[in-house]
Structure formats: C-alpha cells, structure tokens
C-alpha cells in the first residue's frame, strides 16, 4: 500500500485487513471484549466470563486514554478504514458474518487495544506454570518438588513461601498445563563478516497455535515518514516483525516471568481481604453478559484485590492474579515507532517504556550493526520470585512497580559476529549480574544450541542457508538420551533397541524411529513417575522428556526408578526392559508423519451449529509435519493430544538486509481468510516444505511482480470483487 499521507497508510491497512481477515478479526475483539456470548450463545459463556475476570476490556479502555494525540490519530485511521470496508460489504464482508446473522459493528480503537492485549495473554503462561508448581509441591512435598524443579536448596529458602498456604490451597487440584506442550520463537542475527554478501543477515520465526487463518498477514505500507515491510497481525496497524528502509528486526519471547498469584484471606462477606492484619475493601465491578438465545443476561460479579483481579473466588482460598499486561500504557505504539526506525538503536529505543510483552529483539542495519535487546519490564519483587502463589496478605510479597529496559541484557556487534535467540536463558549468557532479578520459565535449550552450533561453524551465510537452518529437525534432545541410554539398548536388544540405534536423531515425516523415540519418552515417563502418580493423588505423571534426561544423567535421585507399589526395588534397566517390550509390541512400522500431523480448523468448526453447516469444509489438512517440541523447526504437541500438532511457525522471515527485494516471508496457511479466495491456503505446501516466497520491497520489484491493482479513492468506495487475486 503506498500513499501520500500517514493517515491514508493507517485507514488502507485497516481497509484490507477488514477485506480479507474481518471474521478473525470480529472473533478477537469479541474475546478480548468477553462478548462472544451475544453470538454462540451458552457454549462460549465461561470463556467470556474469564475475559471479563481478566479485565482486558477495562485495560483496553484505560491504555486509549494514556494515547497521545499521535498516536489516537493512527489508531483512529486504522479504525476508519476498518470500518470503510464494512460500510462497503456490510454483512457479506465476511461468509462467517452472514451465516451467523451477526451485524458488524464499527471498530474502534479500543478494539485494536483489545487485540493487543489478547495477543499478550497468547504469550503469557506463567500463571499456569505457578499453578503447575503449586498442585507438584501440594501432592509430591518440599523435598521431591524442589528436585523435580531444579532449585537449590537457597533458591527454595527464598522462593518457596512460608507456610502451608499452598499445600492446603492446591492439595485437590489438578496440573494446569501439560509438560510436554509448549510455544516459542527462533531469531537470529547475523554480522556482515559472517555472510556472503558483505551485509547482515537476519532471520525469525515465531512459533504460535495452530490457526486458521493464520496468526500474520503479510503486508508492505510506503508512506511519506513509514516505508516498512513484513508480517502484521489483523486488528491493529502496523508490521509487528519485518524491515524498513534501514533496518530488519525479529522478535521472539524473552520467557520473563510476567504473572503472579497471590492466595488471599477473605471475610465471611467475601467482600474484604486481609492485608498486613488490617481488612481492606474489595473493589467489586458488576458487568452484564448478553447470552444469544437467553432472554436475561448472565450478570458476573468481579472483585479486584491490592494485587490484581480474583481468578478464583472462595473464602478459604481464593487467589488473585498481578499481570503486566494490565500496567501500563499499550505496546501498539512502539510497533508504529519500530515501523519508522532506520538503525538498531532506533528500534530498540521504540521499546524502552513497554512494560509487557517481555521480548528479545533482534535487529541488522544497513551500516552492518547488529543488535539483542530484551525490551519490556520485568516486575520488581521484593521478595520471592513468582514461582509459587505467594502471601497475598503480607504486603512484602507485592510487585513494588517494574525495572527499567535499561536493567535487561543487551549486546551490540558481539565479536563472534552473530546473536541469536531460541527462548532460552539469555540471562545466564556472560554471568550477568542482574540474572536473580529476573525469573522465567525458559524454553529448553536444544534449539538454541543447535542454531549457536551452525552459526559459528560457518562464514558463508546466505538467505537459502538460513532458510535451511529454519527447516532443520535435528533432536538434540534424541542425541542425549540416546547417548546416555545406549548402553542398555545394546545389552537389551530387540528391534526398537536396534532402529534407535541406528538412527540419525532427525525428526522427518518418513522417520519410523523418531515415532519410536517419541513414544518411548511417553513410556519412560509414565514407567518413571506414574506410581509416585497415583499415590499421591495426581492423574499424570509429573516426568516429561526433560525430567527422563536429567534422571539419565544421574540429576534426579535414582529412587524415582523404582515403582513405590511393590516390594522389590526395580532398576533401570528392567523399567527400560519393560518399556521396550511394549514399544516392540506397539511398533507396526508406522512413519512420524503419520501421526505427526496439523489441521488447520476453521473457528466455526468447534462451534455447534454453524460447525455442523460449512466449518469442517472450510478446514485444511491432515498434514504430516517434520520437528518436534525441541527442533529448530518446531512442532509441538502435548501429552493431552499426543503427536497432533498444536504450535508451529506461524511465519518464516529471512532478510539480507539493504537487499530487500530479495526478503523471504513465509506464511503457513494464506493471506486470506476468505474461504473462497484462490489465497485462503495457497502457502500450505510451500510451508510444509520449508521453501521460499520473495516478499519484494522497491517500486520496481513491487510493479513487476504484482498481477492486480487497487486504488482506493475518497468518496468512491471502489474495489475488486470479494475473492478475486491482487
């Protein structure tokens, strides 16, 4: 989109994303909002209730009223040409709308906040990491959690809370998140000394849950003060991760620790909480969900403690949760300024007062500067580290606001001439001082070290190779294992003993060991910590892949071996004996890609109703998929659905930078979420296969490649036809 104004860029974005993506669109903002109800009617009524809970509709409102002047006006203009394209199509602007006899409603900028803030809750998961930790503390004790975990015994002086407040709290719950899911980002940078042609090379891909459409749209914006090209997200203006004139950025998740919970102590009314030995007043917000099909409205009483809202509501126990997300002004300001940023400090500088999301930001710029940069704001806690629910009635324990960017880990031109980041530890990185004030539940560091192996091994770096490195499905997690396993699968024998051995520990779609190696991960874990399971009142075993590889190594006490419901003491080879008996038993041959497979579901293909008129045609696949959880090209899957694949690179960016034309940007699914559009899925194969799509930024490379034009003109309100190619 090329125009002669800021505010004609903003209002043609938000005409075209309407155009092409307005039903995804209309579904975020309503979840955000909490009003999916007034169109699915009963079946969306607890989601909306969480909303509501959660306050992002309120945090929506509050973020618009700390805009500046300038930035209103963007976000108006973007709004306006959302709402252009729904004067234009009214209710045939999207299928969905139409068959759900829904009557689009004007966007406004709060909408666009909402999708923000929604985005950020995908990216927030510490809350169900602490309820994870708290349920393994209540049913395994101190002394067996804190193993499992990995903390010394100082780290669990001072994180674990005095008390008995969590064991009571969580002795009846259940996990909250499975082990074995998972989701996270690859970035890289590269120095010009380290590439072929003499200038940086940066490449990212953000791993989210499988949508349909997908999470990007990909868009090129040319106007008098933003030139900026790449994946942008349908709801709000600007490219979230992509290039200017100047420089290329990517981003990925920094794991920092953004959610706390807090157990309170409640009244008999319910409506005060003790806090240091005083009763405070709970402030209580009554909102009204309208319910399709229901002739009253659902009312939902919400209460908001010192800490933050209540995410359970009893007297005994009852908890609160403290989120970023919710301080703070918006981060949709700083994508506007990083879309006008020409250097790596310029784009770094567009973050400094984001508190939430927490990311690592990757950048290269045509001077030959690269740059890592953690923006966001971590909390600062006084005491603890937000890894168990803390004291909500001793104010010690209280977020006392948020540290400065200035405080995070940053490197500039590194001397080995690369940077990179795959969610793990960058805190670690050189012993960095401030490592204790920033907790994180870091991604496990088998994509890290084999992107950091494959750049330093090489000095001829091009966007083809670093396309390559994105497809690559090397387990570094299936080498270690191996490694420490292969003694006994040799005294063992049998045929999986022998496929695993003989395997190359690459997770492709024709790979029947890498099923194998999958499922015995199952088995070990179920055979290891599925008696310690049952007896203490969990119904999943508490030991993942990564939890099998540290009692391997001898970092778990070997009494986890052993099955606590029978007398004799079994070692570990008779538990592996068994567990390869039955994978022999379980083995027909079978290939990864057979099990391993993503469908890319259409939302209504879930909802009653209209799932059963047109969602399930509207979907694509099964399709089988390469990697896995620890892969550098990702796939996830969790224990809940094993093999079916739920996270997967929800885009592929690789720019030599100051060469632009030559950017690839890849999709998984398509541009559009038209159905009926020749672009609704046409990237599926290329995705699949790990290939290139140009994404060309100069006028002449723009004007040879494009096959359509569209002129939108004030007043005329003309365009292509829905569903015809551009």
Known sequence: MKS??????????????????????????????????????????????????????????RQAAMLTAGERRELEAYAAGVNSAILRFGKWIAPEIWLLGVEPQPWRIEDSLGVGLL??????????EELQRAVELAHLGRDRAVELWGW????????????????HSFRDHEPITAPMGGVGSNGWALAPERCVS?????????HLGVRMPGTFYAIHLNGPQTHVAGASIAGFPGVVIGHTEGVAWGLTLSMLDDQDLFLLSLDDSGGRELVDGRWQPLRTVIENIDVRWQPDPVLVKIRLSVHGPLVREQRDESIALAWAALHGPSFLPAILRTDRANTVEEAAAAWEHVISPSMNLLAADTDGHILHQVVGRAPERARGAGRLPAPGGDSRWAWA?????SANPRRLDPTDGFLASANHDVFGEGNYPERGRFPADFAPPWRYRRIRSALIARTDWTIDSCVDLQGDVLSGRAIAVLKQLRPDLEALGGPTAEELMAWDARMTV??????????????LGQA???????????????IGPEEVLLLLAGGLHEGWWDDVRTAEKEPQRMILDRVLERLDELDHGEQWGEVHQVVFEHPLAWIPRAGRLMGGSWNRGPFPVAGDNVTVNASYWSRRRPFAVTTIPAMRFVADVGNWDETVLMLPVGESGRPWSSHYSDQIQTWLQVGERRFPFSDEAVEASAVARLELVPGKGRDMLPGESR
């Open 4 to 61: 002669d104004s800021e505010a004609a860029l903003w209002f043609s974005q938000g005409y075209l994303h309407a155009r092409d993506r307005f039903f995804q669109m209309e579904i975020a903002r309503r979840l955000a909002a909490g009003r999916q109800a007034e169109v699915f009617g009963e079946v969306a009524l607890d989601s909306d209730r969480k909303m509501r809970m959660l306050r992002i509709a309120a945090s929506a409102r």
């Open 119 to 128: 985005m950020q809750l995908d990216l927030s998961w510490a809350m169900g």
């Open 401 to 405: 606001g948020f540290r400065p960017m």
């Open 152 to 167: 010394s015994p100082r780290q669990a002086r001072a994180w674990i809370p005095p008390g008995d407040g969590v064991k």
């Open 198 to 206: 003499g200038r940086p090379l940066l490449a990212n891909d953000a």
């Open 510 to 523: 024709d790979s029947n060991a890498a099923l194998l190696f999958s499922r015995l991960m199952i088995e």
């Open 528 to 542: 290891i910590g599925g008696d310690e399971a049952a007896r203490d009142g969990l119904s999943q075993t508490p």
